[in-house]
């Protein structure tokens, strides 16, 4: 895991800046938010969300040092509640921010899309409230079959 704050390059475009979110998906890998610094012209450029596995820690020593991570609150894969939107979803990621704020990504639930809705929305965590387990793991009880050894399901 890289520590935000952290110069960063990536090794595909060759974007250099300083990591300044890390994004968690139920589904896949971490993404980390690269902020370049100040051009020549002393304007800010745009970042860019960058896959983990594709970024090149520049320097151990971090740009800043970040706000500590708050506890997580809410468990990806379980239905959560949004007050403030008034609707519910599944939590399916987690983003973390150098002031150590915590967003949720919620998916709203099957069959509430309409027609132009662009699907779910970021919400900070402490306003979402947890309603029910959605998503289990495996419970890695055997269920007969030659392939025991080889699996761990």
Known sequence: MIKLGSFV??????????????ASFLYGCDRYFVQPQIDADG???????????????????????P?????????????????IRGER??????AVYLNGCSRIYVEPRKGVLKLG???????????LKPIEKTISKPDNSTTGGPARSCSKY
């Open 9 to 22: 390059k990536d090794r595909v475009t060759g974007l250099t800046g300083v990591a300044e979110n890390r």
């Open 43 to 65: 304007k800010v450029p745009k970042g860019l969300m960058v896959d983990a596995p594709q970024l090149e820690v520049l320097d151990q020593a971090p740009a800043m040092d």
């Open 67 to 83: 706000m500590p991570e708050p506890p997580q609150k809410v468990t990806l894969g379980n239905m959560v509640s949004d007050p």
């Open 89 to 94: 979803g599944t939590a399916t990621g987690r």
């Open 117 to 127: 809705d662009t699907g779910g929305w970021w919400a900070d965590e402490q306003q």
